[in-house]
């Protein structure tokens, strides 16, 4: 769930403008892709810098193996939405770090990573404790917004992440400018 958690911030670093070039990689290190997108972006601002409101819902939550209570609680989280809100920096909005990409996990690649003419697709797997999790995340965005679909299923580890499948939307919009509480 951490690297979910990590994904989720790193959307917001994506919510590119339409008129920047393609990136493309395929086997890539989330550094090699955070390289990638930086230099797209050159010196322009790679997105709009201020506060960021996001928007998270579970669609789906599913853990086999847990105990029926758990199970009923689980559900429940499905009507849920989150609020989250977040002070992009100049400094940030014109050169994203790889952490925006998968945080400082270094076990995690880029099966592919396609970011251009408003639409994201990339496939993230990271291998942790004998846990193999497996990410995927596809949506469209704009220099003020975006709106992404998010996968994550994981493979092997400890009981009970071990076959743990999640399935979750994003909407987020840029705010305004950051204040005190969200710099």
């Known amino acids: 769930m951490n690297h979910a958690a990590i994904l989720l911030m790193s959307c917001i670093a994506l919510a590119a403008c339409n008129r920047e070039p393609q990136v493309e990689a395929k086997n890539a290190s989330v550094e090699e892709v ?3 997108v930086a230099d797209a972006r050159a ?5 709009r810098p201020g506060k960021w409101q996001s928007r998270v819902q579970i669609e789906e939550f599913n853990l086999p193996g847990v105990p029926k209570e758990t199970a009923t609680a689980m559900r429940g989280m499905h009507d849920q939405t989150k609020v989250y809100e977040s002070c992009l920096t100049p ?7 790889a952490g925006f990409f998968a945080g400082k996990d270094k076990s ?4 592919h990573f396609t970011m251009g003419n408003g639409k994201i697709d990339a496939v993230m797997n990271c291998t942790t404790a004998g846990m193999d ?6 949506g469209t965005y704009g220099p003020d917004n975006y709106q992404m679909h998010m996968s994550m299923k994981t493979n092997g580890g400890p009981a009970p992440a071990a076959g743990m499948t999640m399935k979750m939307r994003i909407d987020a919009k840029r705010i305004g400018e950051c204040d005190r509480t969200t710099a």
């Open 34 to 36: 955070a390289k990638k």
């Open 43 to 47: 010196s322009d601002t790679f997105v």
């Open 91 to 97: 400094e940030e909005a014109k050169r994203p770090k």
């Open 108 to 111: 995690c690649r880029y099966d």
């Open 133 to 138: 999790q497996t990410m995927e995340m596809a």
